[in-house]
Structures are given as C-alpha cells and as structure tokens.
C-alpha cells in the first residue's frame, strides 16, 4: 500500500512521463513515414537510356545460344561484366518494333511503343493508315493509340514526379530527324536538354527535400532538425527511464519494450534521415564538374564524354535527392552527325556516328562498335554509382530498374528488327535477371518494365495487340 509521499512520488514521475507515453503512437507513425524503417516500402525508381541506331555487326552485339546463362559477352556488352553487373543484367534478344521503324518512326518506337509516326511532323497517320515493320509485316493504324504516350512519362505521371530528360547532343543542331522520344498523354513532345548547366539550373537550383522550401541550403536546415528531433528522443528515453525503478515486473517489461522501441526510432532518424540528406544527397558536386563559361562547351564533339559524366551524375543524384524518380539518359539521334565518343574512346577515323553505322566504310565496323560499347558503359556505370550511395539497408540501386535499348537492329539498313535491349537491375529479385532471353516483342518488353515497377494495370504500350509482359522475365 502506497504511503501519501509514495503516491506524490508515483504520481510526480507519471507526469514527468506523460508527455513521452502520449507521443507513442505519433512517433511509430514517424518511424514508418519519415525515418525510412521499413525497406519493403521503398518505391521504384526507373531510367530509361538511349543510344542510336542498333548494331551493324550482329556477333558484337549478342551472344551466341538460346535463353539462360550468358557465357561469353560479347564487345557491346562486355563493360557490364566487367563492372560487376553480371547477376544484374537481362539481354533481350529478338525483339522487334511492332510499328514503323527506321526514320519513319523508330524514335517513338524506343519509349512509347508506337508505330505510325513520320520524321517531317514527329508523328501522324501516313498516307494509308497502314504501316509496315521488318519483314513486311502489316500494323493496322487502329492498333496504335491515337498519339504516342511514351512509359517514362506514363511512369512520373503515376507517382506524381517530374521525369529528368537529359542528353547529349541531341537537338536539331546534330541531326537530320530532330527527334523526341519523350511524350506526354496528348503526343506532346518533350525534347532532352543538352546543356547541364541548365538541367542543373531546372533541378537543382530551387532544391527542395522532403515537404521543406527553399534552396540547397535548406538541406542544412533540415539536418539541424533532424539532429534536435534525435536529441528530443534521448531526452524522452531518460525521461521514461526514471520511472522504471518503480513499476512491477509486468509494467517493467512493457517499458522497457517501449525504451527499445524508442531508441530504435533513435537510431533510425540519425542513420536513415541523416545520411540521406548529408551523403546521398551530394547535387553540388556535380555542379562543380560543370564548365563555368557561357560558351556552348556542351555541344563539343571532344566534351560529349564530360556531358555524359555529368547528365550522369544529374540522375543519379535527383533520385538520390528524392527530385524525381523517372529519368531519361538520351545519347545522340537516328541520324548523329558527330561522334559520340565516351570519355576513353579517341578519335580514330574523320566521319560521323551515322556514316560508320552503316558499315560501309572501309575499317569503320571495329571503330563504331568501340564507340558502342563506350555508350553501354556509360549507361552501365549508372548502376555503379547508384550502388555507391547507401540507402535504408542497401543502396540506391537495389530498387532502381535501368533500362537500355536503342532504334534500330542488327542490319546496315537500321530496321525495326533484334533491337539491342537490355536491363540493369532486378528489384530485389522481381526480375530473373543474370540471364539473355529470347522475345519477340518490343512493345511487350515496354510493358514488362511497367509491370516490374508495380504498375501492372498498364497492359500495352502503344500497341494494343502486344498486351502483358514477355513470360518468364518477372518472378
């Protein structure tokens, strides 16, 4: 029986406690919201990349063999084995554009699917309403959507992001065909930007995280929050520890679950919000790898591999940052008049990417295909650096889909057949990836992306008699 000083003492340390006992349910629900706790929460994120015009040699672009295992990659694709990306990666082989294909098309055909475009206005009915793709094969105009709608647009349209839609040297500047591989629902073109300062500028310049206003600076602030709402729970976890030493075996086991759980959270706030705002999330410097003149140093047929390292970099970090979640990585157009050499491939022949494509210059197929496989490697090292920025328990790549394809196939003529295609990454295991599989479909290929990410009620994508995804690729 409790004396007068007894219940004065009881009842002095319940109120001291009481604050921290009615914040309970507020603080789980932070946990789960706001301090990244559970890993099976963490959204997708996807990118989408380009690069042009197939590969004229069939042999450096695919392995030999039919579905499973690859043995011995072949010249495009052997940066990704050598990147560590081996059990990360699912080569297409076979697809093929259920659309019109070459310059009349092919561009609309690499993100939304679609197939009864032209190169004089972007896209629209050709003159019978009927198009054909490799081997002859008819494509009724009323299988197609009425206007292209290409999946990253669809995709950031769904979560509620903007999509980044980077590139080098793709405006009208460097290309017969101006294309936009990009669409929103009405067929409005969204064309890459070439400078990245600008991007930088159109991202980054008015950085917000989270709910939070503001520019970069900002990210300060937060920490600061960040770091006083830690502090907060330090106090409330004394606050309750007080009172143990005067409740029951019973009460004492239900408080000390309740001190666990709170330094849990603790922990959680310092490791998840923390991190995520200092380290992950390192915008700046990319800017710094960015020229500071106001020449146009981005369109430099010498600096496309700088401009490939930076859009890079810009990706990598508005997912990083939470900006977005949808980018587009294009390099170059059908018809590229300069080189499109990465960082590490010299200049080796005074002719142009389409020139070489073609095969048909003397010593051109080795050169053309080094530059190739420089653009895979590019694409591929963005998996590398997502993969070097942590995020919950893993990092930033475990929930990020990299899709990479291009516009035409294996024959000198750039049709709309065996268009290289591939993806990096298996969502924590919802793709079999580590493995070449043979399809026929692109456009099914397109919707696989989609249901792998989760949005399994897009059953086509600009072709409705290609519905679901290609069988065996999801788990």
């Known amino acids: 029986m409790l004396t007068r000083k007894g219940h004065a003492r009881r009842s002095l340390l319940m109120s001291c406690a009481q604050s921290s006992i009615l914040y309970l349910p507020l603080l789980r629900m932070f946990r789960n919201s706001e301090a990244l706790a559970a890993d099976a ?125 980077l590139g080098a040297v793709t405006g009208k500047d460097y290309t017969a065909f101006y294309e936009a591989f990009s669409f929103k629902s009405a067929g409005e073109h969204i064309y890459a930007e070439d400078n990245p300062a600008t991007s930088f500028g159109n991202f980054f310049g008015a950085f917000k995280s989270g709910s939070s206003t503001g520019s970069t600076s900002q990210m300060a602030a937060e920490k600061k929050v960040a770091l006083a709402e830690a502090k907060v729970l330090d106090f409330l976890t004394a606050d309750l520890k007080r009172i143990e030493t005067s409740l029951g075996s019973e009460d004492k086991a239900a408080f000390q679950a309740h001190l666990s759980a709170l330094h849990s959270l603790n922990q959680d706030i310092v490791n998840a919000k923390m991190i995520d705002m200092s380290a992950a999330c390192g915008a700046a410097g990319v800017q710094t790898k ?69 095969g048909d210059i003397p010593g051109s197929v080795p050169i053309f295909a080094e530059i190739q496989a420089g653009l895979v490697k590019e694409i591929a090292k963005i998996a590398v650096d997502l993969k070097a920025i942590n995020s919950g328990s893993g990092n930033l790549f475990d929930n990020t889909l990299i899709y990479g394809t291009s516009c035409g196939g294996t024959d000198s003529g750039h049709g709309g057949g065996r268009v290289p295609t591939f993806t990096l990454g298996s969502l924590g295991g919802k793709i079999n990836s580590g493995r070449k599989v ?12 989609a249901h792998a990410v989760g949005e399994t009620s897009i059953t086509y994508v600009g072709n409705k008699t290609q519905t679901g995804p290609i069988s065996g690729v999801l788990k």
């Not at 981005?298 to 990598?316: M, P, S």
């Not at 980018?327 to 389409?354: E, F, N, W």
């Not at 043979?438 to 992306?449: G, M, R």
Request: charged letters at 20%.
């Open 290 to 358: 960015i020229p500071g003149d106001d020449s146009r140093w981005w369109a430099d047929e010498d600096k496309i591999g700088l401009v490939l390292e930076i859009n890079r970099g810009l990706l990598v970090q508005g997912i990083a940052c939470g900006i977005t979640r949808v980018g587009v990585y294009q390099i170059g157009c059908t018809h590229s008049t300069k080189q499109l050499r990465a960082s590490g491939i010299p200049k080796k022949m005074d002719k142009d990417y389409h020139e070489m494509s073609h």
């Open 438 to 449: 043979k399809a026929d479909s692109y456009n099914k290929a397109l919707v696989t992306v």
């Open 41 to 165: 929460t963490a959204k997708p994120n996807v990118i989408f990349a380009y690069y042009p015009l197939g590969g004229y040699q069939s042999d450096l672009v695919f392995p030999g063999g039919g579905d499973g295992p690859i043995g011995s990659f072949p010249q495009n694709y052997k940066s990704i084995e050598d990147l560590g990306l081996k059990d990360q990666f699912l080569l297409y082989d076979g697809l093929n554009f259920k659309g019109t294909e070459n310059h009349n098309g092919a561009h609309t055909q690499v993100f939304a699917g679609w197939g009864r475009a032209n190169h004089d206005t972007g896209y629209g009915l050709l003159s019978s309403g009927i198009v054909f793709n490799h081997n002859d094969q008819k494509v009724d105009a009323n299988d197609v959507d009425p206007t292209p709608y290409s999946l990253d647009q669809q995709l950031a349209t769904r979560w509620g992001v903007k999509s980044m839609v």
